[in-house]
Nanobody, 124 residues
Framework: QVQLVESGGGLVQAGGSLRLSCAVS????????MGWFRQAPGKEREFVAV??????YYADSVKGRFTISRDNAKITVYLQMNSLKPEDTAVYYC???????????????????WGQGTQVTVSS
């Protein structure tokens, strides 16, 4: 069993930055693909970024502004968000997958474990 706990959300002005963290408990952390998703009010949850041994992948809407990273020693995944826009406002979820990051990015596979989410609000 894997448990994920996000932190770092909050309110920020457009153009600002936030760093989300996802603390992971469980076994074999390094073998999981770790990703971030988000869900805005009235919209479906969407892919943001994922990373594993096969590579790192981003949604086009965040490419060049967001950076996903993982610290296997601290068993933590991060999402550095720069140049934030009001349309980035959403609940952000951390997720873990036993399949590859490439399959998650392509929408071929789904994540197996999810955090409870952290709210990010970007004001204009």
């Amino acid at each position: 069993q894997v448990q994920l706990v996000e932190s770092g959300g909050g309110l920020v002005q457009a153009g600002g930055s936030l760093r989300l963290s996802c603390a992971v408990s469980g076994r074999a952390f390094s073998s999981y693909a770790m990703g971030w998703f988000r869900q805005a009010p009235g919209k479906e949850r969407e892919f943001v970024a994922v990373t594993d041994w096969s590579g790192t992948y981003y949604a086009d809407s965040v490419k060049g502004r967001f950076t996903i990273s993982r610290d296997n020693a601290k068993i933590t995944v991060y999402l550095q968000m720069n140049s934030l826009k009001p349309e980035d406002t959403a609940v952000y979820y951390c997720a873990a997958a036993m399949s590859s990051g490439w399959q998650i990015y392509q929408g071929i596979s789904k994540c197996d474990y999810w955090g409870q989410g952290t709210q990010v609000t970007v004001s204009s």
